[in-house]
Structure formats: C-alpha cells, structure tokens
C-alpha cells in the first residue's frame, strides 16, 4: 500500500490513540500495524480492547491492520 502506519505506544485508557487512528485512516492509511509490547504486557485487556476497536475502524475504512 502507499500508506502504511505504525502505530506508537498508546497512553492512558488510548482514546487519543483510537482518535490518531481514525484520522490516519480518513487521510487514506491503507495499512495500519498496531504495535504496542510495553502497553500490551503492562494492559492486557485494555489492549484486548483497543486492537479490536481499531480492527472495525481499519476494516470500515477498507484498510488492513497487522497486530504485534
């Protein structure tokens, strides 16, 4: 794809980050890798959570979302 995002570290409960990321996909990311091993081992479930809010933004947007 063109636009290929990888994502920072989310903060706090991640609202801003799942706001960064419906603004990368409104410009045309196309491909977003979701990359957070500090957050995902320090919030399990709030990452759990997050991935999953994020697929549905990517897969409504027509983009791909890799996790790791």
């Not at 570290?9 to 500090?38: F, K, S, T, V, Y």
């Not at 709030?46 to 790791?68: D, F, K, P, S, Y």
Request: no cysteine; aromatic share 6%.
């Amino acid at each position: 794809p063109e636009r290929y995002l990888v994502t920072p570290e989310p903060e706090g409960d991640g609202g801003d980050w799942l706001d960064a990321l419906g603004r990368a996909l409104a410009q045309g990311a196309q491909r977003l890798q979701l990359r957070a091993p500090a957050y995902a081992a320090a919030e399990p479930a709030r990452w759990r959570a997050l991935i999953a809010h994020a697929a549905t933004l990517a897969r409504e947007a027509g983009a791909q979302a890799l996790i790791n």
